[in-house]
């Protein structure tokens, strides 16, 4: 069974739908990411979990046990905040071991649990520092040790990276993985970053408008999305929309699919996108190209169906190497690449 | 420049009449000569030797310190229930608070006069009527002053930060939320115990003499028939300044590494 369980999740802020009959579990031990865009009601499915809001109608429970009426502080969870939250008069361990004092462990249990934690997120130098003399990095995983520091059986966190730099941001991540595997621990991940989603989790929610569209491994989501949103929202895709003829869309020649529409978006990824000198394909004009280090992005001009359209296609660098503006080439898509929605 | 001259002026007229009043607390004689005759430190020394103000000035330190205790003990609970909980219930505190200046306080005095004579005769003249009375007028300074450190202190994600950490509501209290707005309570007490301190119309109307604060025994030395003792009442307002005075540095030190903390933590 699974560990965390909600069943059509309703939420409605003054009229305006926030959570629209959400339903989707969690695996013991698994971490699932909440991916979508700002306002999409990420925070706010998490939020349900925690029981810092209160849900409409719908259902939730967390390892069997129904939660309806169980206050936050009862509840099996720990939860870490975009914005730490953490105790200002309170020392790194004091923040670490509040959720232990306050469930009265004994003063030992609580020094030992501490810095095992500090341990854990490679703190124990730090132990006797206030957050603010923390950079933001040190308070996320003070954060995060205090989460984790009272065994709790789920653990959420809303965006917990969101506010550190790039370099910072990566680290942090894969660190994240790291404790959560070393831990065991169930966790719900909400990021609005599609690459934090896709590189952390186990399973990815997309969610859109208050609903989650498409629940699948990464790899899954990357190459397989089920919904328009969700290819558009996972994987930088090329959009093109075009009139079907027989049941088929051909994009002047850059792939032929099957459309059972009169007009379609055809959605697919710049690295399934090949340029030839010669050959099949539809016929296009290289326009810039920006090198990104191992892959380069060539914009075209393509002629597709009588009207111009951009694409992009992102090429080893070497291969692209001998493109320069203004050089004609041959577009294709491999066709298994391409999803089709309804326009 | 302009502020230059800006601040002087301001300086002139708030430390001219206290600079006569602490002149007039050391001088032997001083009639019709711009400066005293000459100086003595009798009338400090005879001032605290006098029972009347000795007694006056317990009275007042007494009132004060209730008054504060209850305001604290009332007050924050409140704001940050307001605050964190039910900001809607924040809106009727904040008129609430305004009605203290509102309403002149010698009517609020009347007003209560005449209520407790028809309904609570046993409380009609006493100290427990000034305290609370004097706490319902100074509240406000308290409010304002945690209201504002609760908000900056970030007191609703602590709170719920504290909840997903296990801790019960009085926890959350004592051992996250009063620590962390400790600064605002400290101004908020600072400025309800210069009220109480300073108080005339209610202690005047409710207790008057039966219960003769400081500002009442100053209003006296003014009002009897034979003029009071102006040297003695001198150096009971110089005191009193003073007084509050170190008592506002002394918060504004304490305050200081505490207040940057916060701010840094927002950050
Ligand atoms: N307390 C509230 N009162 C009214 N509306 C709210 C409240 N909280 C959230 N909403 C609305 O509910 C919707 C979902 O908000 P939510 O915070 O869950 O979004 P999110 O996916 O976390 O976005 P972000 O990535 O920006 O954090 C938004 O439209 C938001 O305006
Ligand atoms: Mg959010």
Known sequence: ?343 | MRRRIFLGLLGLYFGLPLLAALLYSVATRWTDTPLPDGYTLDHWIGVFGKPDVTSALLRSLLLSAVVVVVDVLLVVPAAYWSVVHNPRIGSVVQTIAVIPFAVPWVVVGAGLQLVTASFAPGLFGTFWLLAAATAAIAFPFMYWAVEGSLIAAGAVRLSEAAATCGANPVQTLTRVIFPAIRGGVVSGALLVVATAMNEFALAKILVGAKFETLPIWSARQFVSRTLGDPNALAVVTIFTFGFLFALSALVVRLGRGRVSTIGRTLR
């Open chain 1, 1 to 343: 069974m699974s560990h965390v369980v909600l069943e059509d999740v309703t939420k409605r802020y003054a009229g305006h739908v926030a959570l629209a009959g959400v339903s989707v579990s969690v695996e013991q031990g698994e971490m699932l990411a909440l991916l979508g865009p700002s306002g999409c009601g990420k925070t706010t499915l998490l939020r349900c979990v925690a029981g810092l809001t209160a849900f409409d109608s719908g259902r939730l429970t967390i390892g069997g046990v129904d939660m309806t009426g169980v206050p936050v502080r009862r509840r099996p969870i720990g939860m870490v905040f975009q914005s730490y939250a953490l105790f200002p008069n309170l020392t790194v361990r004091g923040n670490i071991g509040f959720p232990l004092t306050v469930r009265r462990e004994t003063k030992t249990g609580v020094a030992e649990r501490v810095e095992e934690m500090l341990e854990l997120v490679g703190l124990s130098e730090q132990g006797d520092r206030l957050p603010n003399q923390l950079s933001g990095g040190q308070q996320q995983r003070v954060a995060l040790a205090r989460a984790l520091a009272p065994r709790p059986e789920v653990l959420l966190l809303d965006e917990p990276l969101s506010a550190l730099d790039a370099q910072v941001r990566h680290r942090l991540r894969d660190e994240v993985r790291r404790i959560q595997h070393q831990v065991g621990i169930t966790t719900v991940f909400v990021t609005h970053d599609q690459a934090e989603a896709l590189a952390i989790s186990d399973r990815v929610a997309v969610m859109n408008a208050g609903d989650i569209e498409q629940c699948a491994a990464p790899s899954e989501i990357y190459t397989a999305p089920s919904t328009r949103f969700a290819a558009g929202f996972v994987g930088n895709r090329n959009t093109l929309e075009l009139r079907t003829s027989g049941g088929r869309v051909t994009a002047g020649g850059a792939f032929d699919v099957e459309a059972p529409w009169e007009r379609v978006l055809c959605m697919f990824r710049p690295e399934d996108v090949s340029l030839r000198r010669e050959g099949p394909g539809a016929r296009a004009l290289v326009d810039v190209t920006v090198f990104l280090g191992a892959t380069t992005r060539v914009y075209v001009q393509a002629e597709v169906n009588g009207s111009p359209a951009t694409v992009f296609a992102d090429l080893p660098s070497r291969a692209a190497a001998s493109l320069s503006p203004g050089d004609a080439v041959r577009l294709s898509v491999d066709p298994g690449h391409v999803q089709v929605f309804p326009a």
